[in-house]
Structure formats: structure tokens, C-alpha cells
């Protein structure tokens, strides 16, 4: 087996089978001292006054030129690159969701992974997605309370009409 190794990175035939044609390129020059792209907005507005966490730059110097589905980075690409386990990835890429405003999509298709949101489509299919997520931890939540996960979920959201009655949004 071929073993690449830099003062920081060790890369193996093994390793490189996770990455796809493009991702292998990106882990060698990356492993290879290449300077990373410095952050950009690519297809989204940045919140301006939010400084990067060292974490989220990590993750989105990876992300940043992945415009399109069709150009998803792994998230074990993203954790070999980055010496970061899953869920500090899976964190990240929600902490740049939400603290600064990055359109950030994810494929469980192929090819899977994480890329910058470049339609109306992926933007529809990553909110669908992450959608149903929530409600189905919703369901799994009041299952293990021993409730009705559907009428949970209809109480819930007779709740959120009154609370934007009550406050008058």
C-alpha cells in the first residue's frame, strides 16, 4: 500500500478510496502546504459582522468552491482534512447555517456530502431535508415520553399559532 506522508497528514490508498477524483487532488494539495482559499462568499450573503471560529474556517475553506450538488465534499473527507470527528463537522457546517448565513447544502445521494447551495432545487431539497429530520426527532422525543408523536406534533404546533397571535407577528 502507498503511504504519502507530510509533517502533518498521512495519506494511504485506503484514505484516498473515500475521496472522489476531485477530493483526492484537494487532499494533496492541502496536504501538501498549498494555501487554503481565504474564505469568500460563493453564492451566499455573508453576515458580515460575525467573525469565523477557527472551526468554521476549517470546514469552509473546504466547502467554499464545492458550488453545486454535484461537487459535495465528504464529510470524511472533511474529517481527515480537518482532524475533526463527525459530529464537530456536523456542527460546524450548522454553526455556518446559522451564524452566518452560508447556504450550505447536503447530499445523502451521490455524490454525498457538503456543497454550496447553487439553485433554487438543491436549496428546496437540503430545507426538505433537514425538515423532516427535526419532526422525525420530534416523533422519536414524544415516543420515548410515552406520547402520541403525531398529535405531539399537532399540539406543538397549535402552540406556535398562539404565540404568533399572542405577540402580534
Not at 24 to 49: C, E, H, K, M, Y
Not at 96 to 120: C, D, F, M, Q, T
Request: with cysteine; net charge neutral; hydrophobic share 40%.
Amino acid at each position: 500500500m502507498n503511504t504519502f506522508t507530510t509533517e502533518n497528514t498521512e495519506i494511504t490508498e485506503k484514505t484516498a478510496s473515500l475521496f472522489n477524483d476531485e477530493e483526492a487532488s484537494s487532499v494533496i494539495s492541502v496536504s501538501l502546504g498549498v494555501p487554503r482559499i481565504p474564505v469568500a462568499t460563493v453564492a451566499s450573503p455573508r453576515v458580515d459582522n460575525v467573525p469565523f471560529t477557527p472551526d468554521e474556517r476549517a470546514v469552509w475553506n473546504l466547502i467554499q468552491n464545492r458550488v453545486g450538488k454535484e461537487h459535495a465534499i465528504s464529510i470524511g473527507a472533511i474529517e481527515i482534512l480537518t482532524h475533526f470527528g463527525t459530529r464537530r463537522v456536523k456542527a460546524t457546517k450548522e454553526d455556518l447555517i446559522r451564524r452566518h448565513g452560508l447556504k450550505i447544502g447536503s447530499s445523502r445521494g451521490k455524490p454525498h456530502g457538503y456543497y454550496v447551495i447553487e439553485n433554487a432545487a438543491e436549496l428546496l431539497e437540503t430545507a426538505r431535508t433537514m425538515r423532516n429530520q427535526g419532526i422525525n426527532m420530534l416523533i422519536c422525543a414524544a415516543s420515548l415520553e410515552g406520547r402520541d408523536g403525531k398529535a405531539y406534533l399537532r399540539e406543538l404546533l397549535g402552540q406556535m399559532v398562539m404565540e404568533e397571535v399572542v405577540s402580534g407577528r
